[in-house]
């Protein structure tokens, strides 16, 4: 075998190692960048800030991890249908927006440990007394929802009694229920005071339902990129152990993490 | 011209390295499986309720709902390989099958050679006694006022004479027997794997039976999957916490068990 043929041989086996093309831990420390997917289109996860820059809780989540890995941050906007594409290619060295761990999404992407929980639950107006679910499973209850989404099958089964008035988008929705015309909402609540912001003038309480579901979001990373993964657990613990997730989760989203992520040391 | 023989020589030895690197077992990633459409699950038939032959001959069980479930999950054919005791790490090291059932407990000496997911379920070592028994833990019985009933043969009698030899031992020939030998009161307690005895125990009701809460032992139970297939393991430890927070896997234990997992697995989101 010539020396060409071996060397050429070898190239094509240092090529065919990382195929998905994903940075590991070393590469992304030699690069001196990290480049981090966020959603712009869910606030207050992501915004654009009145300086139109990129803002939120996740980008100084990712801020903050960042400055523990000692290299700049890059932040790429990425929308629902190319936000797992970007990361399996390695386009980005992980993705943040709302990444509930499903198995599902496991088959293509790999999860770090959880950032923070999701949560359902009910949005009312206080003082009007009802406190649990089937306080509001009552035929003098109005509901105001957005039609599709997956609190409808849930308050057709377990709160058949309430009536349903239904809009398209959740400004809408919202509007609605500042407005008076309807008593209340069941729905994901992790962002509900941020959205309802614009009503100052309504004093709001929420009810968590966690018998709908509580999820976890974790940060997403390319399948077998575990150099990464294994650093930003460690990093991630630390961050929720110092209280930093939960004071930057407080400062966006205006109430405590509804779940709290139960974390342990032992991963 | 000798230089460049040795430079050749040298390559050739980084090329093998780096072939050597790759893993030299056919573990199947989980893009395989998923394109496959078929995974290939181990499950010892030899260790009721985990592993069983029903009445149609066919290998039925806890593992086997288990992996089912996972296989439906995935959106793949369920294929349960028979494995036994000595062959079932080979398989799986081999990947002649994808994961391994079957009380796999993790521990240093197994994890030298395969991977383990997040635990699946748990097995205590423990003492089954009846109600009005005074005992709070196992040391309570290393006293001659107390019968213990065992069978013949198994490895809790060499614990009991360690650990317990001031104790009677009753030895009888099987399960059935002992359960039976302590409902009736011929004994005070049994220190054995507690789970198994679950189906023993409901067929006598009169005996109003006690697990002591304090364990001798709790082994954590897994899927073994092969060393380097990752990506697989990391697929299997999100759909394991998923059957965990559903229910499905305690709901699955108390159909073939008869009994609630004695000790919680103590799942958790944070992994």
């Known amino acids: 075998m010539s020396l060409c043929r071996i060397v050429f041989a070898l190239a094509l086996l240092v090529l065919a190692v990382p195929v998905a093309g994903a940075a590991s831990l070393d590469e992304i420390l030699k690069a001196g960048e990290i480049k981090v997917g966020v959603n712009p289109t869910l606030p207050p996860r992501t915004l654009y800030n009145d300086k139109y820059e990129i803002d939120g809780f996740e980008p100084e989540v990712a801020g903050m991890i960042a400055k523990k890995l000692g290299v700049k941050l890059t932040l790429v906007p990425v929308g629902s249908p190319d936000r797992i594409p970007f990361v399996a290619t390695g386009k980005i060295d992980f993705v943040m927006g709302a990444m509930s761990r499903t198995a599902e999404r496991a088959k293509v992407i790999d999860y770090t440990v959880p950032v923070h929980s999701e949560n359902y639950g009910i949005v009312t107006i206080a003082g009007k007394g009802s406190k649990t679910l089937d306080d509001f499973n009552k035929d003098t209850i109005t509901l105001i929802q957005v039609s599709g989404t997956t609190a409808i099958p849930f308050i057709e089964k377990r709160l058949p009694r309430a009536k349903v008035v239904l809009f398209d988008n959740y400004p809408d929705r919202n509007r609605a229920l500042a407005q008076g015309r309807g008593d209340a909402s069941f729905d994901s609540i992790d962002s509900v005071l941020f959205a309802l912001k614009p009503f100052p003038q309504v004093k709001w309480e929420i009810i968590p339902v966690p018998e709908f579901c509580i999820t976890y979001s974790g940060l997403g990373l390319a399948k077998g990129n575990h150099t990464l993964k294994d650093w930003l657990n460690v990093a991630l613990h630390e961050l929720h152990v110092s209280g930093d997730i939960e004071r930057v989760w407080e400062k966006w989203f205006l109430v405590p993490m509804a779940t709290k992520v139960p974390v342990t040391p032992f991963f | 011209m000798n230089g460049m023989k040795r430079i050749g020589a040298g390559l050739t030895v980084a090329a093998a390295m780096i072939l050597g690197a790759t893993p030299m077992t056919a573990a199947r990633p989980l893009d395989d499986v998923l394109s496959s459409k078929k995974i290939m699950v181990g499950v010892n038939p ?114 009991i004479e360690r650990n317990a030899p001031k104790a009677k031992v009753l030895l009888l020939d099987n399960y059935p027997d002992v359960i039976r030998a302590l409902a009736q009161g011929r004994g005070d307690a049994m220190i054995d794997v507690v789970d198994f005895v679950g189906n023993l125990m409901n067929q006598h009701k009169q005996a109003t039976w006690k697990v002591l809460d304090v364990p001798v032992d709790v082994y954590y139970c897994s899927l073994g999957v092969a060393k380097n297939s990752a990506t697989l393991k990391e697929w299997l430890n999100v759909a394991i916490f998923e059957l965990h927070r559903s229910g499905f896997i305690d709901r699955t234990w108390q159909k073939w068990f008869g009994v609630k997992m004695f000790y919680e697995t103590k799942w958790t989101p944070y992994f």
Request: aromatic share 8%; net charge negative.
């Open chain 2, 46 to 159: 030899t260790l009721p309720p985990l592993g069983l032959f029903n009445d149609k001959n066919q290998i039925d069980g806890f593992d086997v709902d288990i992996a089912r479930e996972l296989a439906k999950m995935l959106g793949v054919e369920l294929e349960v390989v028979q494995v036994g005791s000595p062959d079932r790490i080979p398989f799986v090291a081999s990947g002649k099958i994808d994961f391994v059932m079957g009380a796999m407990t993790r521990t240093p000496e197994r994890a030298k050679v395969i991977d383990f997911t997040v635990p699946v379920h748990t097995e205590i070592f423990g003492v089954l006694t009846t109600e009005g028994k005074p005992y709070k833990t196992a040391a309570d019985l290393n006293d001659d006022k107390v019968t213990l009933v065992q069978v013949r043969g198994t490895t809790p009698v060499q614990w």
